[in-house]
């Protein structure tokens, strides 16, 4: 498989990366925190202004028509800043699932409306599970000619800076997925560990919904609908274990011990080179998981990213010695994020445990 990037994917990671060196850096993002996580100048950049969230959304819904690798992309450079921005929740995960399980008019609509830079969340009750629909379903009614949604979600990521919210339900004896608009929802903002990617409980009381699926689907079709939703995470994390690398590195260039910089002792030097055959092992499976979309390549690469970024980041604290810990400087974000991220989808040890059965079968 060709891992080499096109000119056009190699200009838009630069420019990304470029943007966010200017509008995500540590000033800001302290700003973020105090806006409650979210930078709306940033957001209304890239989600409006550069159509970020388009880019894997289909033409005839607005979109740019692009796919994974292109998203990928986008996504680690999100996370190589900590962007308090909700991209991975309205680009990655919102817009994948509604093109893969919405239907008509009311499908395309929601696209043409993320693609256009309105934030979305996804109000699914298995989050922090390796099966997507664990736990209480949500219920939807007919209510004359609609639906009506009833649930209590513990914890929906990015749900304070969302238009709308998908719910996937139980409905007609099957599973369908619907949209709720926001002031039909109450969101109770929770204290979580991730200052740049916050969450709340949402609660539905008979909400009224749009029903955006034309038959039902199976828990199996949600599963598969959240894939590119799993890598967009694994970018996620790459990107976020590069960025307390690159911390790292300008620390240690910098601190000076025994009359010379850190930077120059060997031991040093083999931590941080450690780091970056890790991170780079783990891009280059994202990047193959983004051309192929299977299942075990995905799970795989959320295993080596979640690995990658923990070890990051408790290695940026390490290195930079008493202050890594302190509120002043950026290494705790990065041991958050990666706290915060870690069982999204089911931790590592479930993962591998996926991979192994898929492979060994009964030996495992």
């Given at each position: 498989?060709?891992?080499?990037?096109?000119?056009?994917?190699?200009?838009?990671?630069?420019?990304?990366?470029?943007?966010?060196?200017?509008?995500?850096?540590?000033?800001?993002?302290?700003?973020?925190?105090?806006?409650?996580?979210?930078?709306?100048?940033?957001?209304?950049?890239?989600?409006?202004?550069?159509?970020?969230?388009?880019?894997?959304?289909?033409?005839?819904?607005?979109?740019?028509?692009?796919?994974?690798?292109?998203?990928?992309?986008?996504?680690?450079?999100?996370?190589?800043?900590?962007?308090?921005?909700?991209?991975?929740?309205?680009?990655?995960?919102?817009?994948?699932?509604?093109?893969?399980?919405?239907?008509?008019?009311?499908?395309?609509?929601?696209?043409?409306?993320?693609?256009?830079?309105?934030?979305?969340?996804?109000a699914w009750p298995g989050i922090g599970g390796a099966d997507p629909l664990c736990g209480?379903?949500?219920v939807a009614r007919r209510a004359g000619g609609g639906w009506t949604v009833s649930a209590?979600?513990?914890?929906?990521?990015?749900?304070?800076?969302?238009?709308?919210?998908?719910?996937?339900?139980?409905?007609?004896?099957?599973?369908?997925?619907?949209?709720?608009?926001?002031?039909?929802?109450?969101?109770?903002?929770?204290?979580?560990?991730?200052?740049?990617?916050?969450?709340?409980?949402?609660?539905?009381?008979?909400?009224?919904?749009?029903?955006?699926?034309?038959?039902?689907?199976?828990?199996?079709?949600?599963?598969?609908?959240?894939?590119?939703?799993?890598?967009?995470?694994?970018?996620?994390?790459?990107?976020?274990?590069?960025?307390?690398?690159?911390?790292?590195?300008?620390?240690?260039?910098?601190?000076?011990?025994?009359?010379?910089?850190?930077?120059?002792?060997?031991?040093?030097?083999?931590?941080?080179?450690?780091?970056?055959?890790?991170?780079?092992?783990?891009?280059?499976?994202?990047?193959?998981?983004?051309?192929?979309?299977?299942?075990?390549?995905?799970?795989?690469?959320?295993?080596?990213?979640?690995?990658?970024?923990?070890?990051?980041?408790?290695?940026?604290?390490?290195?930079?010695?008493?202050?890594?810990n302190t509120w002043e400087y950026d290494p705790h974000l990065y041991l958050r994020r990666?706290?915060?991220?870690?069982?999204?989808?089911?931790?590592?040890?479930?993962?591998?445990?996926?991979?192994?059965?898929?492979?060994?079968?009964?030996?495992?």
């Amino acid at each position: 498989m060709d891992l080499q990037l096109s000119p056009d994917q190699i200009f838009m990671r630069d420019e990304a990366r470029r943007l966010l060196a200017e509008r995500s850096g540590s000033e800001q993002l302290r700003r973020a925190i105090g806006a409650g996580g979210f930078d709306a100048a940033l957001w209304s950049t890239i989600g409006g202004e550069l159509a970020w969230c388009a880019v894997a959304v289909p033409e005839e819904a607005g979109g740019l028509g692009l796919g994974a690798p292109e998203l990928a992309l986008l996504a680690e450079e999100c996370g190589r800043r900590l962007a308090p921005v909700p991209f991975w929740s309205s680009a990655c995960l919102a817009a994948p699932l509604v093109a893969a399980l919405g239907a008509g008019e009311a499908g395309a609509a929601l696209l043409g409306r993320i693609a256009a830079g309105e934030a979305a969340a996804c109000a699914w009750p298995g989050i922090g599970g390796a099966d997507p629909l664990c736990g209480t379903i949500p219920v939807a009614r007919r209510a004359g000619g609609g639906w009506t949604v009833s649930a209590t979600i513990a914890a929906v990521l990015d749900a304070s800076s969302a238009a709308f919210f998908l719910v996937p339900a139980s409905a007609d004896g099957g599973l369908g997925l619907f949209a709720v608009e926001r002031p039909a929802a109450a969101v109770e903002p929770l204290e979580g560990i991730d200052l740049m990617r916050p969450a709340a409980r949402l609660v539905l009381d008979g909400a009224a919904a749009s029903r955006i699926d034309s038959a039902g689907f199976s828990a199996r079709d949600f599963d598969d609908a959240l894939m590119t939703a799993r890598l967009a995470e694994a970018a996620e994390q790459v990107g976020a274990a590069q960025g307390a690398l690159d911390l790292t590195l300008a620390y240690v260039a910098e601190r000076v011990q025994f009359g010379r910089t850190i930077a120059s002792f060997q031991a040093v030097k083999h931590r941080c080179a450690a780091l970056l055959v890790e991170i780079s092992e783990a891009r280059s499976l994202v990047h193959g998981a983004a051309r192929s979309l299977d299942p075990l390549e995905v799970a795989a690469a959320g295993v080596l990213a979640t690995q990658a970024l923990f070890r990051a980041a408790e290695e940026a604290i390490q290195l930079h010695g008493g202050v890594g810990n302190t509120w002043e400087y950026d290494p705790h974000l990065y041991l958050r994020r990666a706290q915060a991220t870690a069982a999204v989808f089911g931790s590592t040890d479930e993962k591998l445990a996926i991979i192994a059965d898929a492979l060994l079968g009964d030996a495992a």
